[in-house]
């Protein structure tokens, strides 16, 4: 009883912990962006009235429907690219499997706005496709114009959500649901539509509200677009014009984070009480069949097409990091080391920072992720729940309202020793991106934790384990197939996090990668050393994720078949 | 820094270490150190901090923020500023600084830098910020773009309103750029008011697209997205010097005005920043400016004896950015207005604005000679170029203060709120466009 | 509950293999199954025995060999064709469709027209007695209630053969009995052709009107429980159904009497009907021995000096584990209260009825 009650106050005082680290670094600065938009511009009373000012205005109105238009198409062309890609990979037996898992994610690892440059280079009214068919057809077709040009870009960067959590749904599927429905007459797409997708559906929807959610926020694509009538550029471009403290960049980001949350809170209706996974018993995952010939070329053709289609921002980038000059032209017109020459001679504190910030925030993050999982599942603290709510909470809070947030409340903060203030000490970013990536490693632990049966753990205590030891010893060690696929998913987007850090990096030397490809691509002759950054970013994450996902497979296997990873995002 | 830093890495690297034991070797960051917050691209930025530190020893650390985004991260900073200097184009982003006191004076001891460049002085009168190099506005083009589009090139404002070019032109907004508030307020002075505004619409009228950022317009430029681009000149000639198929002019009507630098208000090391503005004024500072990758018009006259053939120079050719007489303190009266009149006209309503000039267009190229049409088209002109403020109202000291950033006290009484203005204009022209665009269909079916 | 009455066919297996990898799971199988009959694949787990299941069913990859259904060779066909009704272990019950949902899914997907489902559905729900759960959900009902709606799910298709993969492993004791029992009242009721897979020799024997029991992927006996109890064809048959004392040595064949010579030199008569000469192992069950106390009378048969070596009350017998010469013989002496009982060390004497000594082959 003794060891119980200590492990209880141990527990305690770690949620205490956590949720005071959530306070500050989360709740507090978000409150104070927030606080601006119900002040009164001109007497600074409390009111509602900008937000009646926000509604009136035709414009907002518009901003509104167009982010949720886009938001929506992106969700909708992510999932045509994804479901097959899912579907392909974890149903049959084929050598690209592997391949799809992985490049799967690049898009994922490449920021969007790097992304956008490509593709207009590739796509725009005048880059190299809309050359050609001119050539050939003397027409164009618009693809990067307009709302449609930034759902094409936001479903090629943020597929990997509905890829990533629909293929754990679908593994996670017993083989006999399957079996059972084609013993009873089911086969090809009435098999899939009736049984498979449905018991995917907790899966695809936890992905799809998250490109939702993701395309909803997003600033730098539709920026680099010059597509100004929507949401969160609306926010940007207000609160960032010169000498301008117009409060409505404060409402649109309270309307931004309050209809994220809406979302989210959406997505976790639906899937109430649809836990499939645990109603199941037995094992297998969907079973995997071979392809006859005709089959596999099929296959392979349409998984080509897509690959080439959500790999074409990294071909771009390619192209254009070795090019000389590339405009108005189909391809380059001359090839050159040169940039990357520059990259190296002149941009490597931007990988180490890089390294650095994502690798110790992924770390905290994990860390972070296993805790309040425990806490969440494995004890009866009141207001646990909370905890796991607050910090999934930080997934609505866009890029932009956490950075501002942070100058505003940790600028008169002074850091000891180094006497600066915290807001522009190099931790910042860090913390920034462990708040900004704990969702989804909280998740991907969560899984890990839900698939280590509690019996295993009372098997520890009772041949003499503490709790703490038991954790130590049997919880994270058959929970790590779940912390190291948080700790990938985690590391490798914040490596490509533009959106918070831009604000807060406060000296060149403490800037990471995307800031530094962002910078470069700031100026003429910085566009080939700017996609020569952005290429080496792309490998580095690639590389380090593909490692991991190696180790992962490999522990996986050790410890089938009680646990099984499931990179579960959100 | 860097040797924590470094450990950090390895720590991270083998993922193995708690926090809380990496965070004890920690130490205070050495303090010679100068920190310049600039909205120059690191082809500015390096070149120039590397010859600094070859010419003194003085370690430089670029920060780089956009103009906008670096007057807002000085004013957020200021209660414990770390930034020794600011260093941007935009005289009026620093005559914002300046009215916040958040600048400091500084005289310089450098000779042979003339009072003025075109008609604008280089030095701020009160001494907060020197300039260092001239910049002008201009056009620019792409080469290939025009000749597959087969279009004439530009050379002056007044061409950019042409049918022709319709479709093809890009710009940035001046709320966004400094640099482009400036282009903006240049015309607004050099035509007046109404006539000023009634050309920005016809240019915009031929827009593709109104870019974010002010590199935006080079960038599309460069790459063909869209063959014309208003931008300052060292983007043009910057474009052109790293190899990309385009060209640069002056139009008669630009103003030239220097670019500048500024010591930051409590900086941590003043002294350090005296000495990168001496070496930015110094013959050799000022010879920098003319790297391929920079191509900024230096103010130090005798340094265009070393520049490239057909390099411009504003001091011998007086044709460039005299026509206008900018007037600072007329700009600095309106400032906010114009940008959020140039959004809600422009930038937030450039698809009914491109859709009532491409009526206009239509209906003028077929109804030549047509008095009844000509008299319709006439009427949708004046809706098109319709401003809901007069210039009076623009400068007018209560109304702008509804669009100032800070209330500067409690007590200061301001009645209405921006969003309500904005939704009225917005209202306002968004009916002008669509009734010009009604009139001009009804021109062409005449 | 007439109405659910296909025609019974019969299963025919001709030569079936198969291989995982480079493990061969199925060497050479061929069975025959009569239509109506309650069938069982018996054995231990890797037996092959529910991968030659799912091979009925089509699942996994195509066999070598043929398997025929009613005739029809079905060995390359889709599972979706072949109509036949599987029960799985896990019973595989769909959480996102009520229990109505998941018995009328089998016909939807027979584009049976939507008036006629109903009835059928809740003539199945009715034949397991569900009828009053059917718009619960999979999650809201227990194991037993899971079992009978994945029964019904399979019945009501009205499949040519009834498929049972170890359906009752997931019950507990009680519930398991009671199970075993309403499948084989189903089974009779509707003639249907039933395979059921199990690795439980008692599940086999009441239920069961022919075993296939498989030992390595390969059938070491095919016939009714009985048979196979009674005449087991070799070793791995005897030890697996039942407890048997096995014992090697060899067949000697004297002028007027045949004897076996276990390897340490114990004599055991045999009655001498279809033995041959030569090595193999005698077997009896420990219920075909009388234990007494050394020296009491012997009338026929052999006896066998030994000595208590273990002892386990089971409650209507006594298991003795008696040694003689070098061999352990297990005894079941049925116990009635007051009757003498042995101690460990005490000498005794077994007797054994020649006629229950079987001699299995090498």
């Known amino acids: 009883m003794n060891s119980f009650s200590r492990s209880q106050w141990g527990a305690g005082g770690l949620a205490l912990l956590i949720g005071l680290f959530l306070f500050v670094f989360l709740i507090v600065p978000v409150v104070k962006v927030v606080y601006v938009a119900f002040q009164d511009p001109n007497t600074g009373a409390l009111t509602l009235i900008n937000f009646v ?130 013993n009873l007459g089911a086969s090809g797409t009435r098999l899939f539509r009736r049984i498979v997708f449905p018991l995917a559906m907790p899966g695809y929807v936890a992905g799809a509200s998250l490109v939702f959610l993701k395309v909803f926020d997003d600033l730098g694509t539709p ?333 996986e296997k050790e410890l089938a078949p009680g646990v099984a990873v499931a990179a579960q995002g959100v | 820094m860097k040797i924590t830093k470094r450990i950090f890495v390895q720590l991270t690297a083998g993922a193995v270490l708690a926090v809380g034991a990496v965070m004890a070797p920690i130490q205070a960051v050495a303090a010679e150190k100068l920190v310049i917050v600039t909205s120059y691209p690191p082809d500015t930025t390096v070149t120039v901090g590397k010859a600094f530190t070859k010419a003194t020893g003085i370690k430089v650390e670029m920060l780089k923020k956009k103009t906008t985004a670096g007057i807002k991260y000085l004013q957020a900073t200021a209660a414990n500023n770390t930034s020794d200097m600011f260093w941007a184009s935009a005289p009026d982003a620093f005559e914002v600084l300046k009215g916040d006191g958040l600048l400091q004076k500084y005289t310089v001891k450098v000779k042979g830098i003339p009072e003025k460049v075109g008609a604008f002085p280089i030095n701020d009168p009160e001494g907060y910020y020197k300039g260092f190099a001239a910049s002008g506005y201009g056009i620019m083009w792409n080469t290939r773009y025009l000749k597959a589009k087969k279009l004439p090139v530009p050379n002056s404002w007044a061409d950019l309103e042409k049918p022709i070019y319709h479709g093809h032109v890009g710009m940035s907004a001046p709320s966004r750029s400094g640099t482009t508030h400036l282009t903006v307020e240049t015309l607004l002075q050099g035509e007046g008011w109404e006539k000023g505004w009634a050309r920005w619409k016809d240019i915009a009228g031929n827009f593709k697209t109104v870019t974010a950022r002010s590199f935006g317009v080079p960038d599309g430029v460069n790459s063909g997205q869209f063959g014309v681009g208003v931008v300052i000149d060292f983007f043009g000639l910057s474009s052109k010097a790293s190899g990309f198929p385009v060209d640069f002019l002056y139009p008669k009507m630009t103003t030239l005005v220097p670019a500048n630098i500024a010591i930051v208000k409590n900086a941590p090391n003043p002294g350090l920043a005296g000495q990168f503005i001496e070496f930015l004024l110094s013959p050799e500072g000022q010879e920098v400016l003319l790297d391929p990758k920079i191509r900024r018009l230096p103010v130090n006259p005798a340094t265009y004896a070393k520049a490239p053939k057909g390099f411009p120079n504003p001091f011998k050719d007086k044709s460039i950015g005299s026509a206008v007489k900018f007037d600072l303190q007329l700009s600095k009266s309106r400032y906010n207005i114009i940008n959020s009149l140039f959004d809600v006209m422009i930038t937030y309503r450039l698809d009914d604005l491109r859709a009532a000039t491409k009526a206009i267009q239509t209906a003028e190229a077929k109804s030549k000679g047509n008095a009844g049409a000509m008299k319709l088209i006439k009427q949708a002109r004046a809706l098109v170029s319709k401003v809901p403020i007069t210039a009076a109202k623009a400068s007018e000291k209560d109304f702008n203060s509804i669009f100032k950033k800070k209330r500067k006290k409690a007590t200061t009484k301001v009645t209405g709120r921006q969003a309500e203005f904005e939704q009225a204009w917005d209202t306002e022209i968004k009916a002008n466009y669509a009734k010009a665009k009604q009139l001009a269909e009804k021109a062409a079916s005449m | 509950m007439t109405d659910i009455r296909p025609e019974a066919v019969g299963v025919t297996i001709e030569d079936v293999s198969l291989s995982f990898g480079t493990t061969q799971v199925l060497k050479g199988v061929s069975l025959t199954i009569e239509p109506g009959e309650f069938f069982t694949f018996l054995g231990p787990s890797g037996s092959g025995k529910s991968t030659l299941l799912r091979a009925i069913a089509g699942f996994g990859p195509v066999p070598g060999g043929r398997i025929l259904i009613g005739g029809d060779d079905v060995t390359h066909l889709a599972p979706w064709h072949r109509n036949v009704g599987m029960v799985f272990q896990s019973y595989a019950l769909w959480p996102h469709m009520t229990v109505r949902k998941n018995v009328a899914f089998g016909l939807e997907e027979r584009k049976i027209p939507a008036r006629d489902i109903r009835g059928r559905v809740d003539a199945a729900l009715g034949l397991i007695g569900l009828l009053d759960l059917a718009d619960r959900r999979p999650s809201q009902l227990s194991g037993g209630q899971q079992q009978r709606v994945a029964l019904a799910r399979t019945i009501v298709v009205e499949p040519r053969v009834l498929l049972l993969d170890e359906p009752l492993s997931n019950l507990d004791a009680n519930l398991r009995i009671q199970m075993r029992r309403e499948i084989l009242e189903l089974q009779r009721k509707l003639k249907l052709t039933t395979i059921f897979v199990t690795h439980d020799q008692e599940e086999a024997n009441t239920t069961s009107d022919r075993i296939a029991l498989l030992n390595d992927g390969v059938i070491q006996q095919v016939g009714s429980p009985m048979e196979l109890y009674d005449n087991p064809a070799n070793r791995f048959v005897a030890d697996f159904l039942g407890t048997a004392n096995l014992i090697d040595g060899r067949v000697e064949k004297g002028q007027d009497k045949i004897t076996f010579q276990a390897d340490d030199g114990t004599l055991i008569p045999l009655n001498g009907t279809g033995v041959e000469a030569g090595p193999g192992t005698a077997m009896f069950r420990p219920q075909d021995l009388t234990i007494r106390n050394p020296g009491e009378d012997a009338d026929d048969g052999a006896v066998l000096p030994g000595r208590v070596q273990h002892r386990e009350f089971l409650g209507s017998l006594i298991r003795y584990a008696i040694r003689v010469g070098d061999n352990v013989i297990l005894v079941d002496d049925s116990h009635q209260a007051g009757r003498p009982v042995f101690d460990v060390g005490d000498d005794v004497a077994l007797r054994l009825s020649v006629d229950q000594v079987r001699i299995l082959a090498g």
């Open chain 1, 53 to 182: 000012d926000f509604f009136n205005t035709s414009l907002f109105r518009e901003s509104f429907l167009n982010s949720i238009y886009v938001a929506g198409g992106a969700v909708l062309l992510a999932s045509l690219i994804s479901i097959p890609l899912a579907y392909f990979t974890t149903r049959f037996n084929f050598g690209g499997a592997v391949l799809i898992q992985t490049l799967g994610i690049v898009p994922l690892i490449m920021p969007p706005f790097v992304g956008a440059v490509a593709m207009l280079l590739l796509f725009g009214e005048n880059g190299s496709v809309n050359l050609l068919i001119d050539e050939w057809f003397g027409f164009t077709i618009p693809f990067m114009e307009g709302l449609n040009g930034v759902i094409l870009v936001e479903a090629i960067h943020y597929f990997p959500f509905i890829l990533i959590n629909l293929s754990a749904a679908l593994l996670n599927i017993d083989s006999a649901m399957e079996e059972s429905a084609q």
């Open chain 1, 223 to 555: 920026l680099l677009l010059n597509i100004n009538n929507m949401l969160a550029p609306q926010a940007y471009l207000r609160i960032s014009s010169i000498g301008i403290s117009d409060p409505m960049g404060y409402v649109i980001s309270v309307i931004l984070v309050v209809f994220s949350l809406f979302s989210l809170w959406v997505s976790f209706l639906a899937l109430k009480n649809k836990d499939y996974a645990t109603v199941q018993k037995g094992g297998g995952g969907l079973m995997k069949r071979d392809l006859r010939p005709w089959e596999k070329i099929g296959c392979y053709a349409v998984i080509i097409l897509i690959l080439l289609m959500v790999l074409s921002p990294h071909i771009g980038l390619a192209l254009l990091s070795f090019g000389t000059v590339w405009s108005y032209s189909v391809l380059p017109d001359a090839y050159t080391f040169a940039h990357y020459g520059n990259v190296f001679r002149t941009a490597t504190q931007y990988i180490s920072n890089t390294l650095l910030y994502a690798g110790l925030a992924a770390l905290i993050d994990v860390v972070l992720g296993t805790a309040i999982a425990y806490i969440v599942w494995r004890t009866g603290l009141i207001g646990r729940k909370w905890l796991d709510y607050i910090a999934m909470g930080a997934v609505a809070v866009p890029g932009v309202v956490l950075g501002i947030g942070y100058l505003r409340t940790f600028v008169e903060f002074n850091v000891p020793i180094i006497d600066k203030p915290l807001s522009s000490w190099w931790v910042i970013i860090v913390i920034a991106l462990v708040i900004r990536r704990l969702p989804y490693a909280l998740r991907a632990c969560m899984a890990g934790l839900q698939q280590v049966s509690i019996m295993l753990e009372e098997a520890a205590e009772n041949l003499g384990a503490t709790k703490t030891r038991t954790v130590r010893r049997i919880v994270v060690p058959l929970m790590s197939g779940g912390i190291m696929a948080g700790f990938i998913i985690s590391f490798a987007t914040a490596s490509v996090e533009l959106s918070a850090t831009i604000m807060l990096v406060s000296a060149e030397s403490d800037a990471p990668l995307a800031y530094g490809i962002y910078e470069f691509m700031q100026s003429a002759a910085g566009r080939g050393p700017g996609a020569a950054l952005g290429i080496v970013a792309v490998l580095i994450v690639g590389i380090a994720t593909y490692i991991s996902h190696r180790v992962i497979k490999r522990r």
